[in-house]
């Protein structure tokens, strides 16, 4: 059995990730450190998990019980607590926050980006820490991809996506407050969303010319999980063409499908799936990506992840429903 350990274990993606641990065929959940929540039930906070788990948090880390630790902690706050608290080096990491995502220059990490559908070959041969991607991030490089792979964005990029309130996470807000956000929606970081880098890092990696704008429109929506990414770009291929060259990119991936039908929300809402659609339009290609924020978007890559790093199969633990109604 993997024994694995969480760090910051009290908010969503923390409790999505207990979930899938829990249930997962080849993992003991160890430990789960949350220093406000220590001695207190797992369940006091999740309760979703009640009679499935009767552990409690701890303030400690017991390493010699731990092979994969995951970080659920805010970002800034992983590098911190990995420079103050020294990892043996045959414990594999996984972070789900932002503090490793982007390539150092100077070698001062050495974290593979944890996008599967990108980067599946260095978690199979022997990579030990990742960097799990951002929600937005994810759904937006699935929907350009194959473009980038095959060198075809020669446009600016526009996107304008819309998530759930537990995107903002557990921690209560002024724009998380039910009666603000119920029945509304505003936009905020215009242009200068916190995933662009990495959106931006994974185009020029696999596109080397590439040196368009990618101009980014996030949105706050009424509803509680899932993101809807609506991208378009000027393209010269047809839709066929197009459309092959999507299904060959992600026909081998375990979670990344291409549909005729416009996707909902609901196609992939509790699951680990992506789903994408497109359509060209008076020579604009439209791409729509649908995923989970909390899963696909987060606790559900880090386990899918996880499985790559110790040799599992890529859907083990992750053959979730969707919830349709």
Same mark, same amino acid.
């Given at each position: 059995?993997?024994?694995?350990?969480?760090?910051?274990?009290?908010?969503?993606?923390?409790?999505?990730?207990?979930?899938?641990?829990?249930?997962?065929?080849?993992? !003991?959940?160890?430990?789960?450190?949350?220093?406000?929540?220590?001695?207190?039930?797992?369940?006091?906070?999740?309760?979703?998990?009640?009679?499935?788990?009767?552990?409690?948090?701890?303030?400690?880390?017991?390493?010699? !019980?731990?092979?994969?630790?995951?970080?659920?902690?805010?970002?800034?706050?992983?590098?911190?607590?990995?420079?103050?608290?020294?990892?043996?080096?045959?414990?594999?990491?996984?972070?789900?926050?932002?503090?490793?995502?982007?390539?150092?220059?100077?070698?001062?990490?050495?974290?593979?980006?944890?996008?599967?559908?990108?980067?599946?070959?260095?978690?199979?041969?022997?990579?030990?820490?990742?960097?799990?991607?951002?929600?937005?991030?994810? &759904?937006?490089?699935?929907?350009?991809?194959?473009?980038?792979?095959?060198?075809?964005?020669?446009?600016?990029?526009?996107?304008?996506?819309?998530?759930?309130?537990?995107?903002?996470?557990?921690?209560?807000?002024?724009?998380?407050?039910?009666?603000?956000?119920?029945?509304?929606?505003?936009?905020?970081?215009?242009?200068?969303?916190?995933?662009?880098?990495?959106?931006?890092?994974?185009?020029?990696?696999? /596109?080397?010319?590439?040196? &368009?704008?990618?101009?980014?429109?996030?949105?706050?929506?009424?509803?509680?999980?899932?993101?809807?990414?609506?991208?378009?770009?000027?393209?010269? !291929?047809?839709?066929?063409?197009?459309? /092959?060259?999507?299904?060959?990119?992600?026909?081998?991936?375990?979670?990344?499908?291409?549909?005729?039908?416009?996707?909902?929300?609901?196609?992939?809402?509790?699951?680990?799936?992506?789903?994408?659609?497109? !359509?060209?339009?008076?020579?604009?290609?439209?791409?729509?990506?649908?995923?989970?924020?909390?899963?696909?978007?987060?606790?559900?890559?880090?386990?899918?992840?996880?499985?790559?790093?110790?040799?599992?199969?890529?859907?083990?633990?992750?053959?979730?429903?969707?919830? &349709?109604?």
């Amino acid at each position: 059995m993997i024994r694995a350990g969480i760090i910051g274990g009290a908010g969503y993606t923390a409790g999505e990730l207990l979930r899938l641990l829990i249930n997962h065929p080849d993992v !003991e959940v160890a430990w789960v450190h949350s220093t406000s929540n220590a001695g207190n039930l797992v369940t006091d906070i999740h309760q979703g998990l009640i009679g499935e788990t009767n552990l409690r948090f701890c303030d400690t880390t017991p390493w010699e !019980e731990t092979d994969v630790v995951f970080f659920c902690t805010p970002h800034g706050q992983s590098r911190t607590f990995i420079k103050e608290n020294p990892i043996p080096e045959d414990i594999k990491i996984v972070d789900l926050s932002n503090d490793f995502r982007l390539k150092s220059s100077d070698d001062e990490h050495d974290f593979v980006y944890g996008l599967p559908e990108m980067n599946r070959k260095p978690m199979v041969r022997g990579a030990k820490h990742v960097a799990n991607p951002g929600c937005f991030a994810t &759904a937006i490089q699935l929907a350009l991809l194959p473009l980038a792979k095959n060198h075809l964005i020669k446009s600016d990029i526009h996107v304008t996506a819309i998530t759930g309130s537990t995107g903002a996470g557990v921690k209560p807000s002024a724009t998380s407050h039910y009666s603000w956000r119920n029945d509304n929606v505003s936009i905020y970081k215009p242009f200068r969303h916190q995933h662009l880098g990495e959106i931006m890092q994974t185009m020029r990696e696999l /596109q080397p010319d590439f040196d &368009a704008e990618i101009n980014f429109v996030p949105v706050r929506g009424c509803f509680s999980r899932g993101i809807m990414a609506i991208v378009y770009l000027d393209i010269d !291929e047809d839709i066929e063409t197009i459309r /092959q060259m999507y299904e060959e990119a992600y026909s081998d991936h375990s979670f990344t499908f291409v549909t005729d039908k416009q996707p909902d929300l609901k196609d992939v809402v509790n699951t680990n799936k992506c789903v994408i659609h497109l !359509e060209k339009v008076d020579g604009k290609l439209l791409i729509t990506s649908v995923i989970d924020n909390l899963l696909k978007g987060a606790s559900g890559t880090a386990v899918h992840n996880m499985n790559l790093l110790f040799g599992l199969s890529e859907r083990t633990g992750l053959n979730l429903k969707s919830s &349709a109604f």
